[in-house]
């Protein structure tokens, strides 16, 4: 069974860059697609980006693209998301979940996610 734990969270100054790693197991990633979700507090929650690993395809929301990057290391079994250019309403809960790679729309189990913090 796949299991997701997220992590790399932090507090960042508007203009910084984190790097969030999202570490499976129970399977490998290969035939996977596994995306990053955030929600804000007060907002609904947000698909951010969807990375289909055995090919690479990426899909990202419209107000991430060209700041964030998603990638993956599929000798560690993980899949991170580059985050540069964070701005303050970039600060919520990320999660990594199995996504859907033309919707980006989640499915399975949800992990306790990792807090980002865009403040000065």
């Known amino acids: 069974q796949l299991q997701l734990v997220e992590s790399g969270g932090g507090l960042v100054q508007p203009g910084g860059s984190l790097r969030l790693s999202c570490a499976a197991s129970g399977v490998t990633l290969d035939y996977y697609a596994i995306g990053w979700f955030r929600r804000a507090p007060g907002k609904a929650r947000e698909g951010v980006s969807c990375?289909?690993?055995?090919?690479?395809?990426?899909n990202y929301a419209d107000s991430v693209k060209g700041r964030f990057t998603i990638s993956r290391d599929n000798a560690k079994n993980t899949v991170y998301l580059q985050m540069n250019s964070l701005k303050p309403e970039d600060t919520a809960i990320y999660y990594c979940v199995s996504c859907d790679i033309a919707t980006m729309k989640p499915y399975g189990s949800w992990g306790q996610g990792t807090q980002v913090t865009v403040s000065s």
């Open positions: 990375l289909m690993n055995s090919d690479g395809r990426t």
